[in-house]
């Protein structure tokens, strides 16, 4: 089993900027594509970024050029580095993993507040 742990959520101001940070409990080589989504109060789940075992990248149009993906495979971690916050990117933030066999594993989630 598969264990996904999210951190570095918090309250932040508006232009202000995250990183947050998604620990594996085994070696993402394994992992074809990593990603984050986000859930705000009443929305449904939402895409943010991926990432590939080959480094390949995709953005939601509403981050582009505000967020930035990125894994580090030695330490078995992914990242997404969050600047200029708006209040709208507000939510909560899971982690998502998925193998070689198409399997899924979420994080339990970090929380994200942009607000004055």
């Known amino acids: 089993q598969v264990q996904l742990v999210e951190s570095g959520g918090g309250l932040v101001q508006p232009g202000g900027s995250l990183r947050l940070s998604c620990a594996a409990s085994?070696?993402?080589?394994?992992?074809?594509?990593m990603g984050w989504y986000r859930q705000a109060p009443g929305k449904q789940r939402e895409l943010v970024a991926t990432i590939t075992s080959g480094g390949n990248t995709n953005n939601a149009d509403s981050v582009k050029g505000r967020f930035t993906i990125s894994r580090d495979n030695a330490k078995n971690t992914l990242y997404l580095q969050m600047n200029s916050l708006k209040p709208e990117d507000t939510a909560v933030y899971y982690c998502n993993a998925k193998d070689v066999l198409f399997r899924g594993y979420w994080g339990q989630g970090t929380q994200v507040t942009v607000s004055s």
């Open positions: 085994r070696s993402i080589f394994s992992f074809s594509t």
